[in-house]
Each structure stands twice: as structure tokens, then as C-alpha cells.
């Protein structure tokens, strides 16, 4: 075999050293959702002590608030695993999470200066803060992510947002939701 031949059938090393694991993913998202606490160490003991850490929106992120109700009826379920499939094709693996104390889903979207006026939802902007769950939080827990960040700075796209919530209420509108 010549040198040539070789080098075409050996395998890529660089490829290989771009390879990402599951929990590298992992911290890098969650040292980039903890960019946005005032505190880093107290957002950490908050995740830890209460699976919820107050967080800013603004630089790295806005939120779109969006009542559970609205959700439950584009996806046409209740149970938070048909919820999140549906979020997964709608939002087209954008990150989202669900605040059941409150009843609202949180979608991440990038911060944007447009005013959102999508009835029935609310873009929180850089003067709010979010409890933001910690990653991997059990799916029966009160605040759980329905749908992780893919990656740091992995957002949803607004356009997306605010199809899924105008299908929600037409769909509650109609009676045709969960």
C-alpha cells in the first residue's frame, strides 16, 4: 500500500479530538446558564439546595413566558413527556422548561430589542430574573427542563415561539387542545 492510499484509508484523529462527550456538553451549558447569575456560587448552591437558581435574562438569554394551558393544547397532551416530544418538533429542539409552581413554560430565545406581542405570552427581558432549573433535575420535579440547551448559546428561534403559542390558542379556542 502506498503512502498515499494509506493516508486515505486512516481514520481522522481531528475528527476524533472534536468529539463532545455527554457531560462535557452538559458543564459547558451549565457554566454558560451561569453566566447570567449575579452570584456564580450562590446560583450553584441554589441548583443544589432547591433544583432552582435565579438567573438573569439579558446578555446571554431572554425568556418567553407561556401559560401551561396554552402549551398542553398545541401539544394535545398533558404528561410532560408528550409535552416535551411535541416541544422537540415544534420549537425544533429549542430549550425549554416548565415551572409548575406557577403553570408557565419558559422558552430561551436570544435577547432581543423587538417588542413581543404575541397575546398570551411575555418576553422577559434583561430588567427580569428566571428560577432556571438545574440540568438533569428528575422529570417529576416542580421545575424541570422539557427540553435541555443542545449546547452554550443554543436558543429558540422567536419565529418558532410564537407559532407554537398561536397554535396553542387556537386550539383552546377551538376546545381541540388537551
Known amino acids: 500500500m502506498t503512502t498515499q492510499e494509506n493516508r486515505a484509508t486512516a481514520p481522522d484523529r ?7 462527550t455527554g457531560r462535557e456538553r452538559l ?3 451549565e457554566q454558560w446558564l451561569l453566566a447570567a447569575a449575579d452570584d456564580e456560587p450562590v446560583a450553584r448552591q441554589q441548583w ?7 438567573l438573569r435574562c439579558g446578555p446571554s438569554f431572554d425568556a ?3 401559560p401551561l394551558e396554552i402549551v398542553e393544547a398545541a401539544a394535545g397532551y398533558e404528561e410532560r ?8 418538533e415544534a420549537l425544533l429542539g429549542g430549550p425549554a422548561f416548565v415551572d409548575g409552581s406557577s403553570n408557565h413554560v419558559y422558552c430561551l430565545v436570544a435577547p432581543s430589542s423587538e417588542a413581543w406581542q404575541v397575546p398570551d405570552s411575555e418576553q422577559l427581558d434583561e430588567d427580569s430574573y428566571l428560577g432556571v432549573p438545574v440540568l438533569r433535575a428528575p ?4 421545575s424541570c427542563w422539557l427540553l435541555e440547551p443542545d ?8 419565529d418558532v ?11 383552546a379556542a377551538m376546545g381541540t387542545g388537551a
Open 64 to 66: 418567553v413566558r407561556i
Open 151 to 158: 449546547g452554550p448559546g443554543v436558543l429558540c428561534r422567536p
Open 14 to 20: 481531528t475528527a476524533a479530538r472534536n468529539v463532545v
Open 161 to 171: 415561539v410564537k407559532q407554537m403559542v398561536s397554535f396553542g390558542r387556537f386550539r
Open 48 to 54: 443544589r439546595r432547591d433544583g432552582v437558581a435565579l
Open 139 to 142: 422529570g417529576g420535579a416542580q
Open 27 to 29: 458543564l459547558a451549558v
Open 81 to 88: 413527556i408528550m409535552i416535551a416530544a411535541y416541544l422537540h
